[in-house]
């Protein structure tokens, strides 16, 4: 059977609800309600750890944050190999266009716009245009190459589109080339400043919003989460039209049916709820991300079954997942789960995990969120429990409580459910070799 190609497009700061094919009424994404159509979306999909950095890190590795990137600018191992080394070795050609942020540069030193990723710490893809960081869509710059053949230059227009037509003369240069390939597409929007060109923006009036029924009726948490989201849906509706235009490259080049097309976010964006800002919070508007796993037209699987779409995906499941389903074995330093099993009868069928393990290791303290060092767990049935260190905190039924206004973790009638759930967290510590401290009951 002929080898799949993958492509991995994934924005910055979009939170899951934000798609209308997952219930959002402020916002149009027929592009990538398509993909969700046609393949699987994962309601349930979290972020282990809610920032830039740490994600990026697991991403790519496989590994949770205290095993690679713990937080904000800080490097990932240059030894460390990734997802990209395993594709290499097995015949792909592997590239990567955008947002890096995994060099460890830190923007006190000025602006990671102009900080060169040496290649060596460019994670072994074979091809790679990209930045350390940049928060202006505007005004962005991209750099790749060495020695002679190094370039460093401003792309010409909005972000997102430009590291998309990147991306689509990639595309354009595998027609006709029998090497798979694994691409990723890492754009900045919907990441602040909520930004962008105006023929999206003219869509959203902030006054018209449906705001989420956790956004406190407060004046000043109202006006900036009404003025932030109405650019953060523009973002997202243009990362929607682009994603359009890369399926449609793949029809013109002829690789639309032996083409994974997987959508995601490092995380979500709190945007008001709970009196909360951007992210580095376990609430739902933070942890849960966009997981939609579409492209290479269905009757071409062959040996297609049903995915389980309950399943609490993580962030170190992407790598593993993404290499299952080009019939790749996950090397085993990735800690996370291959849950391609529940799609391809040929993989080897596992027990999916129950639960999946989140956390903040090292936080950002960044005003409006939490400015402490938290676990926690989500599970398969639809509950939450997280901890500050030796101390309960957050407990929720989502089942019932989906907005998460009814904290059960100081509520005896719920003593057994938060000690049941105590037991499962200190597991996973147990498990992924964390240390942090629980409480006792």
Not at 173 to 188: C, I, M, N, W, Y
Not at 240 to 260: K, Q, S, Y
Not at 325 to 351: N, T
Request: aromatic content about 12%; hydrophobic content about 35%.
């Amino acid at each position: 059977m002929k080898k799949k190609n993958v492509i991995w497009v994934f924005g910055d700061q979009h939170r899951a609800q934000a798609l209308s094919c997952n219930g959002d009424p402020n916002v149009s994404t027929p592009e990538i309600d398509r993909l969700s159509v046609e393949g699987q979306d994962f309601q349930n999909a979290v972020c282990g750890m809610p920032l830039c950095c740490p994600f990026r890190g697991s991403l790519l590795s496989g590994k949770y944050p205290h095993h690679s990137v713990p937080g904000h600018e800080y490097q990932m191992p240059p030894e460390d190999p990734t997802i990209a080394t395993v594709f290499n070795d097995n015949g792909y050609d592997t590239a990567y266009f955008g947002k890096w942020h995994l060099d460890g540069f830190h923007e006190r030193d000025g602006r990671a716009a102009f900080h060169i990723v040496p290649p060596e710490r460019r994670g072994n893809f074979k091809e790679w245009v990209g930045f350390e960081n940049n928060n202006s869509q505007w005004d962005s710059w991209v750099h790749g190459g060495e020695g002679e053949k190094a370039f460093h230059y401003r792309l010409p227009g909005y972000e997102t589109d430009c590291l998309t037509d990147l991306l689509l003369d990639y595309i354009d240069r595998k027609e006709g080339d029998e090497t798979p390939f694994f691409a990723v597409l890492s754009v900045q929007p919907p990441h602040n400043p909520y930004i962008a060109p105006a023929e999206f923006m003219d869509r959203h009036n902030p006054q018209q919003l449906e705001m989420r029924p956790n956004v406190p009726n407060v004046d000043r948490i109202m006006k900036q989460a009404r003025k932030d989201l109405a650019g953060a849906y523009a973002q997202i509706e243009n990362l929607d039209w682009n994603v359009g235009r890369i399926r449609e490259a793949l029809v013109d080049a002829g690789l639309e049916d032996d083409t994974h097309i997987i959508f995601f976010s490092d995380h979500g964006d709190m945007h008001g709820s709970h009196g909360q800002f951007l992210k580095m919070t376990p609430y739902e508007e933070s942890i849960r991300i966009p997981f939609i796993m579409g492209g290479c037209t269905p009757m071409n699987y062959g040996d297609e079954i049903c995915w389980n779409s309950n399943a609490v995906i993580n962030h170190v499941d992407i790598a593993p997942t993404t290499l299952g389903l080009c019939g790749i074995d996950a090397p085993g330093w990735m800690e996370g789960f291959d849950y391609s099993c529940q799609r391809l009868k040929s993989r080897e069928s596992k027990e999916i995990p129950d639960s999946a393990y989140i956390q903040s290791v090292i936080p950002t303290k960044h005003g409006n969120s939490v400015d402490q060092p938290w676990r926690g767990v989500v599970t398969v049935d639809g509950w939450k429990y997280v901890c500050f260190e030796n101390q309960q905190w957050l407990l929720f039924n989502l089942n019932e409580d989906p907005y998460e206004q009814a904290n059960l973790a100081f509520n005896v009638v719920f003593g057994g459910k938060r000690k049941e759930l105590n037991d499962k967290l200190q597991e996973w510590i147990d498990k992924t070799g964390d240390d942090f401290g629980l409480p006792r009951f």
